[in-house]
């Protein structure tokens, strides 16, 4: 299913005459066209498919133990309730988020400006505002007389500074703690804190740790169910493959749907037994495709040896002795064994 582009603009943000950072506003949304279709499709199919997102909502930030942290900047939100409720224009709305932008980054050494895209689109049944800082890459085009011309175009490969809100979330829970979702840095949420601030978004659900606590309710529930060893995989690639479909429709994982697809496997009282247990998890949350990949497959890198191998091998191909901290692997795969017979001649070493 396509999405549907409502509106999209993009602003300019960079260095004024008197060298701080500004935002040049674009008077007019984007004409409709196939080059603008075709970037906010692709953004949105890149932005879904994008691992380790950040979810929250407008908000006062705190501390750890639950005091205010600061003032909360109301400022984006505001414009966003009035251009809603039908009292600024998309334009205006955009202009005010532009200035806050720019505002915001003049307060950093490092910020270098870009692109400031803003596009309102609907997807199934939801609809998005999708905010994202863009950089420019240089590059060179061909024309019809085969001349060199060179040019820039925006770097979709390092999509940073990007935020999604769910407006259609956000309309009808505002107390919802994930309607707004933004991409996290290598190094957490820091690289983008000057991004969140100017929206005022706060983090509001630790994905992450949402699903490594399914995936330990998950891995308790089948190890107490009278099931052999096949049986609990099966239930194992039941979750994982529910949550990936989720996740390739951008919906959340529900805990009554997990507990529906256990049941078709003869289980029937998975929503009982999380709820019975210290598993602290939300009704419904959004999968993290990278931590629930443990469900059918284990992987690790270290000291210059990277192993992985299909769960269902566990015990079986695969010998794990915790007591001496030894994997025995019987079996080796055809081309490292043919890497290992080159190498050696055929003897061991």
Known sequence: MSIKIEQAIIHTVNQGN??????????????????????IAELHRLYTAKAGKGYGHFGVPVNEDGSPA???NEEFEQSLSQWQAGELGFVEFTAAAGNLLGKELSKYDFATGGYLLLANYSYIANNYLFVALMSAKPSVAVS?????????????????????????????????KKYLSFVKGRAGRKIADFFLDFMGCIEGIDAKKQ??????????????????KSEQ?????AVFDYCKSQIATGDNVQLTDIADE??????????????DGSYDLAEEFPADQ?????????????GGVSLSFDAQHLGERVQWDPARDTITIQGVPPNLLDQLMRRTGGKSE
């Open 144 to 176: 019809a007389e085969m001349d060199l011309h060179g040019m820039e175009h925006l770097d979709l490969s390092n999509m940073q500074l990007t935020a999604r809100i769910d407006l259609t979330e956000w309309k009808a829970d505002p107390t919802s």
């Open 211 to 228: 699903n490594r606590a399914l995936m330990q309710a998950v891995e308790d529930y089948v190890g107490d169910a009278e099931l052999d």
């Open 18 to 39: 008197d060298g701080q950072l500004e935002c040049r506003l674009r008077s007019q949304p984007l004409k409709q066209s196939l080059a603008a279709d075709d970037l």
């Open 262 to 275: 256990l049941a078709d496997k003869g289980l029937e009282s998975f929503h009982q037994f999380t709820s």
């Open 70 to 72: 600061g003032e909360a």
């Open 290 to 302: 990278s931590t629930l990949r443990q469900l059918k497959k284990f992987a690790g890198t270290g």
């Open 233 to 237: 995989q099966d239930c194992r690639d």
